[in-house]
């Protein structure tokens, strides 16, 4: 009936955070548009776009995702994006031990401002550029482990991974009762 697949359609606010250069505009662009542009400019303050799929389970989930920009002189407006957003994907470079130290920042910033209730995913992205690896894929894992975060390497060069991260965000998705 209409009233249980209303309750299957889930709408959500998502933020991504994480330092310059990681690749968040890229993630954005391939889950959107399925598309990678390695030419892709720098984002100013923050863009907005949204994504519906659907899971297994036939509820679908519309993401309302604000990409924001990672440099220092936006830091100051990081809270207005992160405010009220359910879900909260941080980012880091698997080829930059800097970019993963920038994300613990996130973090800690998200578990001290951010709702009680955010799902906070970590999420090592350049997972293609493995001869340049800093960061392994157990200190990821660690640190999210530790954070009780989702943890996934994704590439928004080869689409890697790129649609599972949003799956399994659904997927951890509280549902409105019946
Ligand atoms: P943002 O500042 O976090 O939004 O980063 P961008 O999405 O603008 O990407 C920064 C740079 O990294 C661009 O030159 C992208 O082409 C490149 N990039 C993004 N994702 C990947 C990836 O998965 N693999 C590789 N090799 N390069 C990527
Ligand atoms: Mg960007």
Known sequence: ?????????????LVLLGDS?????????????????????????????SQTIALLDSTTVKFEIWDTAGQERYAALAPLYYRGAAVAVIVYDITSQES???????????QKHGGPDMIMALVGNKA???ERREVSAESGM?????????FIETSAKTADNINQLFEEIGKLLPRPAP
Not at 1 to 13: F, G, P, Q
Request: net charge positive.
């Open 1 to 13: 009936n209409t009233a249980s697949n209303d309750a299957k359609n889930l709408r959500v606010k």
């Open 21 to 49: 250069g990681v690749g968040k505009s890229c993630i954005v662009l391939r889950f959107v548009r399925g598309q990678f542009d390695p030419t892709s400019k720098v984002t100013i303050g923050a863009s907005f776009l």
């Open 100 to 110: 993963f130290h920038k994300a613990q920042y996130w973090v800690k910033e998200l």
């Open 128 to 130: 293609d550029l493995h």
């Open 142 to 150: 660690d640190y999210a482990e530790r954070n009780g975060m989702f």
